[in-house]
């Protein structure tokens, strides 16, 4: 997708892109405009949600994304590979203290990765809105600091988000 035509539209969707709330975002894509903070909330909310600035942010955070998944994925790799090597001299070496804590890292970073493959093909919160996203996070919050009731509803949002 190309760069948006009106530039200040583009400018929103890269100042969104690039981290900004839609309030700031937005103030900053006009910055000859004088405006309460509670009217740009507003515009920028609106302007948020059409399709186009959708589709430009998602389009300007991709190659960001895509480098953080690269990283992310190699650093785990890296590090299982790392893990054998330290096994295999400590083995050579005779040291089972060694053995044990490369082998107990190796199985923790399997776990791991047996994670992100599970976060990843889950896709329950891939659809949610970000009201949706910020009740769960708040009902989370909650229960851990303890000051649920015991009783949550968090599954039952998850089902209705997909």
Same mark, same amino acid.
């Given at each position: 997708?190309?760069?948006?035509?009106?530039?200040?539209?583009?400018?929103?969707?890269?100042?969104?892109?690039?981290?900004?709330?839609?309030?700031?975002?937005?103030?900053?894509?006009?910055?000859?405009?004088?405006?309460?903070? #509670? &009217?740009?909330?507003?515009?920028?909310?609106?302007? !948020?949600?059409?399709?186009?600035? =959708?589709?430009?942010?998602? @389009? $300007? /955070?991709?190659?960001?994304?895509?480098?953080?998944?690269?990283?992310?994925?190699?650093?785990?790799?890296?590090?299982?590979?790392?893990?054998?090597?330290?096994?295999?001299?400590?083995?050579?070496?005779?040291?089972?203290?060694?053995?044990?804590?490369?082998?107990?890292?190796?199985?923790?970073?399997?776990?791991?990765?047996?994670?992100?493959? #599970? &976060?990843?093909?889950?896709?329950?919160?891939?659809? !949610?809105?970000?009201?949706?996203? =910020?009740?769960?996070?708040? @009902? $989370? /919050?909650?229960?851990?600091?303890?000051?649920?009731?015991?009783?949550?509803?968090?599954?039952?949002?998850?089902?209705?988000?997909?």
């Amino acid at each position: 997708m190309p760069a948006l035509n009106l530039p200040k539209r583009e400018a929103f969707a890269q100042l969104v892109a690039s981290g900004k709330s839609f309030v700031d975002a937005y103030i900053e894509s006009r910055p000859r405009t004088l405006m309460r903070r #509670e &009217t740009a909330h507003k515009e920028g909310s609106v302007l !948020a949600k059409q399709a186009d600035i =959708v589709a430009r942010i998602a @389009e $300007l /955070r991709q190659p960001v994304i895509e480098r953080v998944r690269k990283k992310f994925a190699y650093s785990l790799d890296k590090a299982m590979e790392e893990c054998e090597a330290a096994e295999q001299l400590a083995r050579a070496m005779l040291q089972p203290n060694v053995m044990l804590q490369a082998t107990t890292l190796k199985a923790k970073l399997q776990k791991m990765l047996v994670n992100v493959s #599970e &976060t990843r093909k889950s896709s329950e919160l891939d659809d !949610a809105s970000t009201e949706e996203l =910020v009740e769960l996070l708040t @009902e $989370l /919050r909650a229960r851990k600091s303890g000051a649920g009731n015991g009783v949550s509803n968090v599954g039952q949002k998850l089902k209705l988000v997909t």
